[in-house]
């Protein structure tokens, strides 16, 4: 019967070998935590500059629930009293919170039979048309009792509300007729490095909910009805799968820190 007993080197070679598989695991998770910088570039189009990609965008129409202000422009001062009241006449002057709760209170809300009730005009149907459709038709009704005058119509209750990975989530009001998904997520503060570039939108209808994902990575997404928001839309940013597994929270530098003075020390003291 032999027996084989290995070389003291050989061991001294297996021990090293072992004590770097830590550090090899270590870098490996470290690696599978960071987001490819491909995944945070937004509108990424590899055509060229010059490239032009068209588009439509849709049409806000004014629905049931909405709050308008109307406003009837004229020279005579009498007229403008009697079609305009007080608060609406007021309304603008303010600023921040206060303005957006006068908005609230004086502006004119589209009831569920589509109809705005105005000084003189009374019952104005409204829903299902645009702000210049509605601005065209009370116009013309304004024709009746004065000459020349003008009808200004905005929708002020435009608000949408920003959650997840970004840097500010929260709800926000809008004074643009043209806001973009982009507009919000600037808004917000940017997307951390841990927000998912697949962006949902959230659309209340008068069927309910519409639900769609938009992938601002993709320069495509311009052309989306959903790029450009609507009041009251949900925009929603997940987080990567890296940080859903709890790889975000991980002290990667603390351990890695550790473990390599841990084998500069083990390394040391063999030799």
């Excluded at 270590?26 to 010059?50: D, G, N, R, W």
């Excluded at 645009?130 to 009808?151: C, G, N, R, S």
């Excluded at 570039?197 to 909910?209: F, L, S, Y």
Aim: glycine share 8%; hydrophobic share 40%.
């Amino acid at each position: 019967m032999s027996f084989y007993f290995p070389q003291s080197g050989n061991l001294k070679v297996k021990r090293k070998k072992n004590f770097f598989y830590p550090l090899w695991i270590m870098l490996f998770l470290a690696a599978a935590s960071c987001t490819p910088h491909k995944k945070l570039v937004y509108l990424q189009h590899q055509a060229e500059v010059s490239d032009t990609l068209m588009f439509t965008r849709p049409d806000y129409l004014i629905k049931p629930g909405d709050i308008l202000h109307i406003r009837v422009l004229t020279l005579d001062e009498e007229s403008d009293m009697i079609f305009n009241n007080e608060e609406t006449r007021g309304m603008g002057s303010g600023s921040g919170a206060r303005n957006n709760i006068s908005v609230f209170l004086h502006g004119y809300s589209v009831g569920d039979d589509g109809n705005v009730k105005m000084p003189v005009l009374g019952n104005v149907t409204v829903a299902g048309k645009t702000i210049a459709e509605a601005t065209v038709d009370i116009e013309k009704m304004v024709a009746d009792y004065l000459i020349d005058a003008t009808v200004v119509i905005k929708l002020v209750n435009f608000s949408i509300t920003v959650l997840g990975e970004v840097r500010r989530p929260g709800n926000y009001y809008i004074y643009d007729n043209q806001f973009s998904i982009m507009d919000a997520i600037g808004l917000a503060g940017d997307m951390t490095d841990y927000g998912n570039r697949k962006v949902n939108v959230v659309r209340q209808t008068a069927d309910g909910a519409t639900f769609a994902t938009l992938d601002v990575t993709d320069s495509k997404a311009v052309v989306s009805e959903f790029y450009y928001l609507q009041p009251n839309d949900i925009v929603y940013v997940e987080p990567h799968r890296v940080k859903r597994l709890g790889f975000a929270q991980f002290p990667f530098g603390v351990v890695f820190s550790a473990i390599t003075t841990t084998l500069l020390l083990i390394n040391f003291f063999s030799n």
